[in-house]
């Protein structure tokens, strides 16, 4: 490796002892073997979920995501090759990954999309492979996708109204976006999520829409709460929190249950006794669940996030082109999921840090 990237990565790889929740679930089998120590972090946590970004590109302008007039990309020749994408993977999985999630950007803008999703499912050890999609392109490649080996789909949805979906997008397409999500139904996608950014002013008078949304649909609604990143003008006041959006639920279903989940489980689950599909709510700033995270994340162009809102970044993609061996890239993945802190800085900290706009974060 060259010299910075020697002082930046080639640190010692961090020995945990203690166990997350989630593998002392594990050890109930005999057989399973030690987690590996690369992709444990100080505070125990076991990382067997990584995000990758596909594009930084996207045809869509959320307002949350990333400014009006988009964002400056990144060279093309900067950006992770297929080649690279499918490197990186193998060595995650190596060390126990077993779920990746393929995002951008709109991933489905990628040309390549279906031949790494086909590499992806040779990897031994890989149980989950996810995409999340805004949906507008996903309804015609949905089921070559399902037979190369796509197993989830999330499909960002953040208004049943389709002149006020164009409003907050930016762009037209409402209704491929309801086309794609009855076809990934129709071919056995279970569930089909459904991610609803609610945000005060916009949105948040569909509550309780989406929610009837699955009474006879095997859909699982995820509301998030609207987080702060560059670009995406962050305020407080256009927040709606978890605890809101659930009281405001409750008052027209007021039998509604909480469903038990896995203790790595971003979402807090609930259902409508007697609906088919159920409800997520996804609490990153009023209630964190960073003590049980098992999430990383690589962006476009070859950056490793160990954490969502924090800046810090190690370079992949430069180790990799520096022509780093195996041993090595393990060595930089290592070093920086051993640098993870114990948890974000809060919701009002956050808004005030440099982080990347959403979009060239992935999502």
């Known amino acids: 490796l060259c010299p910075a990237l020697n002082s930046l990565f080639l640190a010692k ?14 050890l109930r089998n005999e057989d399973i073997q030690p987690f590996s120590t690369v992709l444990t972090d100080s505070f125990g946590r076991h990382h067997n979920y990584l995000r990758i970004s596909l594009t930084e590109k996207c ?12 964002v400056k990309l990144t060279p093309r020749s900067q950006l992770l090759s297929t080649s690279e994408v499918l ?25 390549d999309l279906l031949d790494i999703i086909i590499e992806l499912r040779k990897l031994n050890g890989l149980k989950t492979i996810a995409v999340t999609t805004n949906g507008i392109h996903l309804a015609k ?20 109204v389709p002149a006020k979906f164009e409003f907050i997008v930016r762009r037209r397409g409402f209704h491929k976006v309801m086309e794609g999500i009855d076809k990934a139904i129709e071919l056995g996608f279970t569930p089909v999520k459904i991610n609803c950014v609610v945000m005060r002013g916009l949105n948040e008078d569909e509550l309780l829409d989406f929610v009837r949304l699955t009474e006879k649909k095997p859909l699982e609604v995820r509301f998030i709460e609207y987080m702060p990143f560059d670009g ?12 809101e959006i659930l009281d405001h639920i409750k008052q027209q279903w007021p039998n509604l249950e909480m469903i038990q989940t896995g203790c790595a489980n971003t979402a807090k689950m609930f259902k409508v006794p007697g609906f088919e599909g159920h ?24 950056n490793l996030k160990v954490c969502l809102f924090g800046n810090s970044e190690f370079s992949l993609r430069d180790a990799l082109r520096s022509g780093a061996s ?9 070093a920086a999921v051993g640098r993870k802190k114990k948890e974000h800085a809060g919701m009002f900290k956050i ?9 060239l974060i992935g999502g």
């Open 13 to 26: 790889l961090w020995a945990v002892s203690s166990r997350s929740c989630s593998f002392l679930d594990s």
């Open 141 to 160: 490649p949905l089921s070559r996708l399902k037979e190369a080996g796509l197993d989830l789909i999330n499909i960002s949805l953040d208004s049943l």
């Open 279 to 302: 409800l997520g709510f996804i609490t990153s700033m009023s209630e964190h669940f960073c003590g049980s995270c098992n999430r990383l994340r690589i962006t476009a162009d070859g």
């Open 232 to 243: 995406n003008k962050w305020n407080f006041k256009k927040m709606v929190s978890y605890q």
């Open 59 to 70: 045809n869509l302008r959320c307002q949350y995501c990333m400014p009006e007039k988009g």
């Open 326 to 334: 195996d041993e090595e890239l393990l060595q930089v993945i290592g």
């Open 351 to 359: 808004s005030q840090m440099m982080n990347r706009p959403m979009i």
């Open 87 to 111: 490197t990186i993977a193998r060595l995650f999985v190596q060390e126990g990954v077993d779920k990746i999630r393929l995002t951008g950007g709109e991933p489905l803008i990628r040309p």
